[in-house]
């Protein structure tokens, strides 16, 4: 069965990094493209990031450009985002999803349980 | 902002039907994207309700049916109960922005 589990989550100040990780299983990983989607607290979904199966292209929420870095270990299936400059406004839980298919405008089909990440002085 | 819009709420009594909109643009629910659809009971992690405009993951009752027409797609919930109670939320691709959207959602209440 498919599984992803994030981790790296946790409190940290404005302006620090952080660095979240997905591990996955039960499919293979090096065959689709992968996603972050963040909700903040009490707020909707946001897209924030894919990168593709093979790692060699990736696509960005508009705003957040510049900060955060999507990318993947095939060797390892593994999912990260690297986070920058963190705001308040990025307080929010992070899940890890898994595309259906290589393709733009698929759907997601399975998602991780999610980590909250929390940036406060 | 989302470029998806959904109505905040909608609500019904047991047994009744509801409907969600989403109203797009020619970038993404009008351009050749599917719209999908997920349901979120607050606490728990979204889960696909709806692909591909209307089509039912299994295990989805048949009381969830999904439509798209022009710019706009639509949720719509028949013999609404209870365990409905939940946000929920439309998404797509937009070819304009190059990427994936999320619509506003909508809370759906059972009175």
């Known amino acids: 069965q498919v599984q992803l589990v994030e981790s790296g989550g946790g409190a940290v100040q404005p302006g620090r990094s952080l660095r979240l990780s997905c591990a996955a299983s039960?499919?293979?990983?090096?065959?689709?493209?992968m996603h972050w989607v963040r909700q903040a607290p009490g707020k909707g979904l946001e897209w924030v990031a894919v990168?593709?199966?093979?790692?060699?292209?990736?696509e960005y929420a508009d705003s957040l450009k510049g900060r955060f870095t999507i990318s993947r270990d095939n060797s390892k299936n593994t999912l990260y985002l690297q986070m920058n400059s963190l705001r308040a406004d990025d307080t929010a839980v992070y899940y890890c999803?898994?595309?259906?298919?290589?393709?733009?405008?698929?759907?997601?089909?399975?998602w991780g349980q999610g980590i909250l990440v929390t940036v406060s002085s | 902002q989302s470029v998806l819009t959904q109505p905040p709420s909608v609500s019904g009594a047991p047994g009744q039907r509801v409907t969600i909109s989403c109203t797009g643009s020619?970038?993404?629910?009008?351009?050749?994207?599917?719209v999908h659809w997920y349901q979120q009971v607050p606490g728990t992690v979204p889960k696909l309700l709806i692909y591909g405009n209307s089509n039912r993951p299994s295990g989805v009752p048949d009381r969830f049916t999904g439509s798209k027409s022009g710019t706009s797609a639509s949720l719509a919930i028949t013999g609404l109960q209870s365990e409905d109670e939940a946000d929920y939320y439309c998404q797509s691709y937009d070819s304009s922005l190059r990427a994936y959207v999320f619509g506003t959602g909508t809370r759906v209440t059972v009175l």
């Open positions: 999803v898994k595309e259906f298919l290589a393709m733009p405008g698929t759907y997601f089909d399975y």
């Open positions: 039960g499919f293979t990983f090096n065959s689709l493209g």
């Open positions: 990168v593709w199966s093979r790692g060699d292209h990736q």
């Open positions: 020619s970038s993404n629910v009008g351009a050749r994207y599917d």
